[in-house]
């Protein structure tokens, strides 16, 4: 049992925070309310509070926890049991004191750091103890405990110890060993916290959260245990309803977290009365929890969360005088330790002391008595001093006792109004522990029925889930069974099409085996046709070039002529003055030479002409005979179509002749079953006459005899007879058969022979286009080779042109130095510039009409690449549009593929779901935490 030591009271510590201004407050222009006096003081308006620490805005969590918080994680390693609790209105702060960013150095709240400051204390204490540190996490929503650590404890009961200290009976406590695990369960509980926050309407903000830190220690050497309870609470905010405009489920919440925060005020309020002996803690599950950190043994410290702003006026000064009045309370704070045997002993011995005392004032209490009674009087000095002895009881029951003093426990003889009796009160008493004790075993009952409410919604979920698998799976069955039966009747079609398929690829292969006999003919023909066509296009196209370029050559000799014969008329025109004689005698050679060079250039393009008119006269006469030939191939072809109409006609006449000899036959065999029929019957006749001669002669037994033996003749010729028959018609029915499918046979010879007729006629024309085709082609590559030479000859003329005219600039200057210089005679001067400037600009027309041509072939030739490009435009937009197509294939490949896929994923999801909360219910029934000590000195943050 753990005993109280050194007890002594001490204030519930109350500190106040205020908040800076929210954006929006700032954005409506609300007004900074408070005024600060000192570090204890706040006053709005105009009244001031007093509190143990007053904190501005402006204060960082680094600065509150030191003030505030860092003194309670010694106070609860030394055994001492601590709590601290934020209250406010809604949004003034709380969370952030309390939690902060949880995983932020600067922005963390007390909790984070009071869990490192824990360890660090640990790690720097003595080594020979021993921690083992265990951490409950749980919320109370609409006045119901849920565990955080266990999501399955949704309604747990309060109940308490031997020491009559409330607890919370089956709620998960986690053994950590290090910072890390702590953060993880906080972690763990602030996300199943944030589940239940989309589920139920801002459940985070709209419960109180306790935190709970379990440190249990023992030295090692002297076997001292010390145990100390850590309460880190965040309370719901306080608010009013008409404010917020809550309605529905929201309202509910506002109405229960108003009504467990009034009876906190309740409580307070009868704690600091002081007067009232009851304290009504069983209001709210929340004040139960806290009996012992209001009142009880435990150091609390209430951090007082206000809000700055004019808007919230009255709340923060109804929070400000809730914390006044909470200042006032007074807790009874004592060790937490638990004695070894050495101090037991110790006690006991105390005990026996007091005992022996006692039974000493007994002794004298009744050896006094009995003098009393037998009529002595005893003297004042020998009197038995009641203030003395009772003085004595006291210190012997202080030292006693120790710190034996457990929770206030209400009677019924305090409460106001109520004057009992001792019996009577012993009896009400006793009836109330029992209430009591049947009120927390209905809240254990409602625990386990919750708890049983929660696994039916969950069956009952699974087996909803199950209902619509089972429908889907009938569904798909029915499908399945349908798509089955369509496959069946679909596979029967593709029987049938098949089997048809397979006759006609039998008939095709006959079919198709004469049709490449035929084909072979006319390839054969068609291959000859194309090569003495091929051989008269070639011949065609050269007699054409050797035309143009005929055509060519004279046009060129005629310029070339002219223009010489032009150049002649000049030089006479310039020459034939008298007063050029001189001259003329001594520029004669080089109009000489000149000449020379025309005659020998004129002589040499007679020989080309000669050349060119006797190669086309052997192009000429080579043409007439590819002419000839082609006369006598087409002389063939009407032979052979005759040939085969004339072996139509005979087939067809063999035909009628045939019909008519089978109808011959036919007459033929019915005039032999006639005639075969008048021989049996004169026989017979013949056979009749000499059983009637027999008769007469012989007896009537022998006549009978012979007369069934020609009976049995006749029968045996007639059924010889009737077999002949038959296997004649069976014969005949043969050729006949035989007779009709050469026919259709024939028949179908002539009609592939048709239509081998017409495509040989198109092939014909095709032919004939594309030769066409091919001569336009040659002829336009002639012209653009032709324009190419004439170009160059162009260029060539006009280079000599040019030559020609700057030998007769040098003459012409040379003419006007000499005449200068003989006679300065003006008029001959003007007339030989003249001279000169026609001929200067008719050589300037010459080289404009060069250039025109050949702008005009630059011309031709850009149009003919136009032309080219429509052709490459189209192909390159038949290619777009085709990778077009494949790729909106493939995005549809894709798109089905992730569909496919995300609805893989979200039946997995499903299922996972599904499974998930059975699986965590039995890992979490599974799972027992170990107990792992640990140890001092270590480093702060190293694993234990």
């Known amino acids: 049992a753990a005993d109280m030591a050194d007890p002594g009271e001490c204030s519930i510590k109350v500190v106040c925070r205020f908040r800076p201004l929210n954006s929006a407050e700032v954005a409506r222009g609300d007004k900074y309310i408070p005024k600060f006096i000192g570090d204890d003081c706040v006053q709005i308006a105009g009244k001031p509070y007093h509190f143990d620490r007053v904190f501005q805005s402006n204060t960082t969590q680094v600065q509150f926890y030191n003030a505030v918080a860092l003194k309670i994680v010694k106070d609860v390693l030394e055994g001492y049991n601590g709590t601290i609790f934020a209250y406010g209105q809604t949004s003034s702060g709380k969370t952030h004191t309390m939690e902060g960013k949880l995983h932020d150095p600067e922005m963390m709240g007390i909790i984070p750091r009071i869990v490192q400051d824990i360890f660090n204390y640990i790690y720097s204490m003595d080594e020979n103890s021993e921690f083992h540190i265990k951490v409950s996490y749980f919320e109370i929503y609409l006045d119901k405990i849920r565990d955080l650590l266990d999501v399955t404890k949704t309604n747990l009961s309060v109940h308490e110890d031997k020491n009559r200290v409330p607890f919370v009976k089956g709620c998960t406590e986690r053994f950590v060993c290090s910072p890390d695990e702590v953060m993880d369960a906080i972690d763990e509980g602030k996300n199943n916290r944030h589940v239940a926050v989309t589920n139920m309407n801002e459940h985070s903000s709209r419960s109180h959260s306790i935190f709970l830190i379990n440190i249990k220690q023992e030295n090692t050497q002297t076997e001292q245990k010390l145990t100390g309870k850590l309460y880190l609470v965040d309370l719901a905010g306080s608010e009013k309803v008409g404010k917020t405009g809550a309605e529905g489920t929201v309202l509910d919440e506002a109405k229960m977290i108003n009504k467990s925060l009034s009876s906190l005020g309740n409580v307070i309020s009868a704690l600091a009365e002081g007067s009232k002996s009851y304290v009504p803690y069983r209001d709210s599950k929340m004040t139960r929890i806290l009996q012992d950190s209001l009142g009880g043994n435990c150091r609390t410290t209430m951090v007082i969360c206000c809000s700055p702003s004019a808007f919230n006026d009255a709340e923060t000064r109804s929070t400000l005088l809730f914390g006044q009045r909470a200042k006032t309370i007074k807790n009874t704070v004592s060790l937490n330790v638990e004695l070894t045997a050495e101090q037991w002993k110790k006690k006991w011995e105390k005990e026996k002391e007091k005992n022996k005392t006692l039974r000493t004032t007994i002794t004298w209490l009744e050896t006094e008595l009995n003098r009393w009674r037998k009529g002595e009087s005893v003297p004042v000095e020998e009197q038995f001093d009641k203030e003395k002895a009772k003085a004595e009881v006291v210190s012997l029951d202080a030292a006693l006792n ?45 625990n386990q029925q919750s708890q049983e409410v929660e696994k039916l919604k969950q069956q009952l979920l699974d087996q909803e889930l199950l209902e619509s698998s089972r429908s889907d799976h009938n569904t798909l069955q029915t499908e399945l069974n349908r798509l089955l039966a369509e496959n069946e009747a679909s596979k029967e079609e593709v029987k049938e099409v098949l089997q048809a398929l397979e006759e006609l690829a039998v008939n095709y292969d006959q ?34 070039k050797l035309k143009e370029m005929t055509n060519h050559q004279k046009k060129r000799v005629t310029e070339m002529m002219s223009c010489l014969l032009k150049d002649l008329a000049e030089i006479g025109i310039a020459v034939g003055s008298n007063d050029m004689k001189k001259i003329q005698q001594e520029s004669s050679g080089l109009i000489d030479e000149e000449f020379t060079v025309a005659r020998l250039y004129i002589s040499k393009m007679k020989a ?16 007439a005979e590819r002419s000839q030939k082609l006369e006598e191939t087409e002389s063939d072809l009407t032979a052979c179509k005759l040939r ?25 065999e019915e005039n032999v079953d006639l005639l075969n029929d008048e021989i049996v019957r004169i ?67 002539v009609l592939e022979q048709e239509r081998l007729k017409v495509e040989h006629e198109k092939l014909k024309a095709a032919d004939q286009e594309k030769s066409r085709q091919l001569q336009e082609l040659t002829l336009l590559q002639d012209r653009r080779e032709q324009a190419r030479q004439d170009l160059k000859g162009l260029e060539e003329t006009v280079a000599r042109e040019l030559q020609t005219l700057h030998s007769l600039r040098r003459l012409f200057v040379q003419d006007l130095s000499r005449r ?55 192909r390159l937009r038949a290619t777009a549009t085709r990778v077009q197509a494949l790729e909106a294939a493939l995005k549809e490949a894709k798109e089905s593929a992730a569909r496919e896929k995300k609805r893989y994923e979200e039946e997995m999801e499903r299922i996972k779901d599904t499974v998930k909360p059975k699986n965590m219910g039995r890992r979490a029934s599974a799972v027992i935490d170990p107990v792992k000590p640990i140890r001092p000195g270590q480093l702060p943050g190293a694993s234990p």
């Open 402 to 446: 120790n710190n034996d003093k457990a929770a206030p426990k209400p009677s019924l003889g305090s409460l106001p109004g109520v004057a009992l009796t001792g019996p009577e009160k012993e009896k009400y008493e006793a009836e109330m522990a029992k209430l009591y004790k049947e009120l927390d075993d209905k809240d254990d009952e409602i």
């Open 511 to 544: 079919k198709s085996q004469e049709v490449e006999d035929k084909t072979k003919e006319f390839e054969a023909l068609s291959e000859e046709l194309n090569q003495k066509s091929s051989s008269l296009a070639s011949i065609d196209s050269e007699l054409q």
């Open 608 to 623: 080309e002409v000669k050349t060119m008119v006797k190669r086309s006269k052997q192009l000429e006469s080579s043409q």
């Open 644 to 668: 085969v109409s004339q072996y139509e006609a005979k087939i067809k006449s063999l035909t009628d002749s045939l019909q008519n000899v089978e109808h011959k036959k036919r007459q033929l």
């Open 683 to 749: 026989r017979a006749e013949e056979n009749a006459e000499k059983v009637n001669a027999m008769e007469k002669e012989n007896e009537i037994q022998s006549a009978n005899e012979v007369k069934e033996a020609v009976e049995k003749q006749i029968q045996s010729h007639r059924e010889a007879h009737q077999k002949q028959i038959s296997s004649l018609r069976d014969e005949l029915d043969s050729k006949e058969k035989l007779i009709t499918e050469l026919q259709d046979s024939n028949q179908e010879i």
């Open 820 to 874: 200068v210089r003989k006679n300065g005679q003006d008029m001959d001067d003007s007339e030989t510039c003249a001279a000169q400037k026609q001929k200067i600009s008719f050589l300037e027309s010459n080289l404009e009409q060069l250039t025109k041509v050949h702008k005009q072939q630059l011309v031709r030739d850009n149009a003919s690449l136009r032309c080219e490009i429509p052709k490459m435009e189209k």
